[in-house]
């Protein structure tokens, strides 16, 4: 049996003064890093931000797709959507 996952459209806005969920944006999270958009940073930073913020090992958030783009798609493993939505309900106020 696959370990369950749930796939997280995410729009990120780069060089933010701190790092935030701001809500939704149609059907992506709209997330502000701290990071710049060089050398992968931002990434990197919205892994490690979804990973704590969502209580999962570093490990289990990893990019599929938009690597070189603010939208982005997000595997997140060990979730399923239904306890996806429950852990960010918190964060998001829309």
Same mark, same amino acid.
Not at 54 to 81: E, F, I, N
């Given at each position: 049996m696959?370990?369950?996952?749930?796939?997280?459209a995410?729009?990120?806005?780069?060089?933010?003064?701190r790092?935030?969920?701001?809500?939704?944006?149609?059907?992506? $999270? @709209?997330?502000?890093?701290? =990071?710049?958009?060089?050398?992968? /940073?931002?990434n990197?930073? #919205?892994?490690? %931000?979804?990973?704590?913020?969502?209580?999962?090992?570093?490990?289990?958030?990893t990019?599929?797709?938009?690597?070189?783009?603010? $939208? @982005?798609?997000?595997?997140? =493993?060990?979730?399923?959507?239904? /306890?996806?939505?429950?852990? #960010?309900?918190? %964060?998001?106020t829309?």
């Amino acid at each position: 049996m696959s370990t369950p996952h749930a796939i997280l459209a995410v729009k990120v806005i780069p060089n933010a003064s701190r790092d935030e969920i701001i809500g939704w944006l149609g059907d992506a $999270l @709209k997330i502000k890093l701290q =990071a710049p958009p060089l050398e992968g /940073r931002a990434n990197a930073a #919205l892994c490690a %931000f979804l990973a704590n913020t969502l209580d999962l090992p570093k490990s289990a958030v990893t990019m599929l797709s938009g690597k070189t783009s603010r $939208l @982005k798609k997000v595997r997140l =493993a060990g979730l399923t959507p239904a /306890r996806l939505q429950t852990r #960010l309900d918190p %964060f998001v106020t829309q």
